[in-house]
């Protein structure tokens, strides 16, 4: 629980460098290589009746949520879903137990299985899935994870930011491969505008406006 306990909310990072991914559609979980995104942002719940369980909620308000469905028939792998507060709030599929491995840690369900990242090829690619650990393995890479703190603005919450984000931004969540010069370097779009919310007490100038509305129009004609 220690890396969970002193911090609001985080970005969970798999073996294979990819953040958990609450996707746009608010049901799908998967990985991407961007962190920038607030789609990879998780508030940290303690739940009430179990001080060693955390639930997990993205920027769209929904829970991390361990189902019995299988992701593919005859796999033991089951799937990770996102679930509203109103209809899973007492329900322990939203319920994660953080069990420490050296510096990472591992997020063990109500049923004994663990959040695992799957690689390979479609569509196992980019999956995120709960499963038993692989019995005789000298270590289960798959189901360990990497805590990153994300550092919000006092009294915010990841779905906070998302929504006063969202409210100026004509693009979708995750944009992050998408430059823009705004100040004479490439950064991207996601972390610009992240720096611009913060630093104008999430309201955006309008010389910041004016700003991008120039670096899109600038891009269109690149």
């Not at 089951?78 to 420490?100: G, H, V």
Request: net charge neutral; glycine share 4%; hydrophobic share 35%.
């Amino acid at each position: 629980m220690e890396f969970f306990s002193k911090t609001k909310a985080v970005r969970l990072k798999s073996h294979m460098n990819k953040y958990l991914i609450a996707d746009d559609d608010q049901i799908s979980i998967r990985q991407s290589r961007s962190g920038v995104t607030t789609n990879a942002w998780w508030s940290v719940e303690v739940v009430d009746s179990n001080p060693h369980a955390i639930r997990l909620k993205g920027c769209h308000n929904c829970h991390l949520t361990a189902s019995s469905v299988p992701f593919l028939l005859g796999m033991t792998g089951l799937k990770i879903f996102q679930t509203l507060p109103e209809s899973y709030s007492k329900d322990p599929a939203t319920e994660w137990r953080p069990i420490r491995d050296g510096f990472q840690v591992k997020l063990k369900a109500h049923q004994g299985t663990y959040l695992r990242a799957n690689g390979g090829t479609p569509p196992w690619r980019n999956s995120v899935t709960h499963d038993c650990p692989i019995v005789g393995a000298t270590h289960n890479y798959c189901i360990v994870w990497e805590v990153e703190t994300v550092e919000l603005l006092e009294n915010e919450a990841v779905t906070d930011f998302t929504s006063t984000a969202s409210s100026f931004s004509p693009f979708p969540c995750e944009m992050s491969s998408l430059e823009f010069d705004c100040f004479g370097s490439p950064v991207s779009f996601r972390s610009w505008f992240a720096i611009s919310v913060s630093a104008s007490s999430r309201w955006l100038s309008t010389e910041k406006v004016r700003t991008l509305r120039d670096s899109i129009s600038r891009y269109h004609k690149a």
